[in-house]
């Protein structure tokens, strides 16, 4: 079982939707991440949130938009997105962003986001 | 910069065998390195880190991976492969600055019965 739980685990949405993905931790972690995983591929980080601020935006397109609601929780904002943004969309958390380099990341099983 | 090669795309090999996967790392400072293991419509799963201290690492599920400074290498071991190894598996060093993790292409570990 994962400690990182992400909903929805599929999304199929057109490409002028609106939809939201979500990403929940309990473990204390303030340090959260979203990644972008192609197939057979590592995942890409996308954007980096150290104590709910954003602190690393990887030159993602705007038409992601992320969120972090409080300490707990992140979300991602997906509005007009393209058929090539279809991927695993995975989120993650680490305990302390000072001590970022020597710290685990712990994932969630991702979002399958398919866009028609 | 930092960057990580894993040298082999694909790793068939029958179950009970030993395997090694590959990886090496090029960095100017201190790094720390992590394997994950990624199972079918699954999140990544750490399997094992090095921070510092003894060079033999010991991790989850039977695997042990070796830093090697000098030849700027972390490879993961197993012994002996389950059919349930089965999985893609991520080398991964720390990046400067706020970046935590700078990963491998990956290495597709295929167990035959």
């Known amino acids: 079982d994962t400690e990182v739980t992400q909903t929805p685990k599929h999304l199929v949405m057109g490409m002028t939707n609106k939809k939201s993905l979500k990403c929940e931790q309990h473990?204390?972690?303030?340090?959260m991440y979203w990644y972008k995983q192609k197939a057979k591929k590592p995942p890409e980080l996308m954007f980096v949130y150290s104590y709910e601020k954003l602190s690393i935006n990887e030159s993602v397109p705007s038409r992601f938009s992320p969120e972090c609601p409080n300490s707990s929780l992140l979300n991602l904002h997906l509005h007009a997105l393209q058929p090539e943004d279809s991927a695993l969309y995975l989120c993650?958390?680490?305990?302390?962003?000072?001590?970022?380099?020597?710290?685990?990341?712990?994932f969630g099983d991702g979002t399958r986001l398919s866009i028609l | 910069a930092q960057s990580v090669t894993q040298l082999d795309s694909q790793v068939p090999v029958f179950e009970e065998a030993p395997v090694e996967l590959r990886c090496n790392y090029s960095?100017?400072?201190?790094?720390?390195l992590f394997w994950y293991v990624q199972y079918p419509n699954q999140g990544l799963q750490l399997l094992l880190k090095y921070l510092s201290g003894s060079t033999l690492v010991k991790g989850i599920n039977g695997f042990e991976a070796e830093f090697n400074k000098s030849q700027t290498s972390f490879h993961l071991r197993k012994p002996s492969v389950h059919i349930s190894d089965t999985a893609e598996y991520f080398c991964?060093?720390?990046?400067?600055?706020?970046?935590?993790?700078?990963f491998g292409k990956g290495t597709r570990l295929s167990v035959i019965a």
């Open positions: 960095s100017s400072v201190s790094v720390y």
């Open positions: 473990m204390g972690h303030r340090a």
């Open positions: 991964a060093v720390n990046k400067e600055g706020n970046t935590p993790l700078v």
């Open positions: 993650a958390s680490s305990q302390d962003p000072g001590q970022a380099r020597n710290q685990p990341q712990h």
